[in-house]
């Protein structure tokens, strides 16, 4: 069975961009988990969030967001979302996410996110 | 005219590697019900929640237990219901906090059952003491079966 679930590494101009492949749900989420943690604690706390391939969340792989945000925050860095498919981005507007983070088009836009506000202004 | 109704069930073993089993399950049911792929969506997602809170909750994560998923779908409504044998809960008891106090308290509570509440027409929840519990959720459908009504 193809893996459901996974993450390229890579850097954009200086921000750690995390894009996620497939579906991010209560078995997955602890991947992610351990992937954001590992760039929080490696000191990349400008982090990028790419979802193009993402084909599911639920409020599991939502909670990964929140449990970071503060310290990420705190510490002067931020995690941006980019390239939601309708299907998922719902999830993130319905539950007030739009509101508390920076949801952009596409990376070039997470980019450029970061030049005009390093962190979200809420 | 008589209704015609179809009944379908799935039972797997409480462990979160089965969660792509039941949205597949969920999500071919609310096809062939006519739903449309929003809406489709929006079920796995709610039924996903469910059974992921009974794997995580009810049953604490003891893989041994079993999560069974039933549906009924007629002319009118598609109707899922979760069944485990495990700890109950109160859904009334579970809060509403908004997002920034559930981010500043570092926790994810409520989030799933709010969803399913946002995505499911009815939401109800029976507790059988030292029996079952069973949460029921109701997604209304047009007449013919072509597609939901609004729940905007």
Known sequence: MANPFSIHKSTEQGLSVLALEGYLDA??????????????QAGHIQMV??????????SAGLGVFMSFIE??????GDIKICALAPKVFQVFDILGFSAL?????????????YREAPVKET | MASFEQRFALHVPSSTANLSM??????????????????VARLEMAVDEACSNVMEHAYQSDATKEVSIRAVVDESVLRIVVIDTGKGFDPA???QKKLEDLISAKRTGGLGMRLIK?????????????EKNELTM???????????LSTE
């Open chain 2, 118 to 130: 946002s995505f499911m027409d009815e939401v109800h929840y029976a507790m059988v003491p030292g």
């Open chain 1, 49 to 58: 969030v790419e979802c193009s391939r993402l084909t599911y969340i639920s």
């Open chain 2, 22 to 39: 039941i949205r597949d399950f969920v999500g071919k049911i609310g096809m062939q019900a006519g739903l449309d792929d929003m809406e």
């Open chain 1, 101 to 113: 983070f920076d949801i952009v088009p596409d990376l070039p836009a997470a980019v450029e996110r």
């Open chain 1, 27 to 40: 078995h997955t989420a602890p991947e992610f988990e351990k992937a954001v943690q590992g760039e929080f």
């Open chain 2, 93 to 95: 008891a579970v809060e």
């Open chain 1, 71 to 76: 310290e990420i925050r705190e510490a002067g």
């Open chain 2, 138 to 148: 109701v997604k209304r459908l047009r007449k013919g079966g072509q597609s939901p």
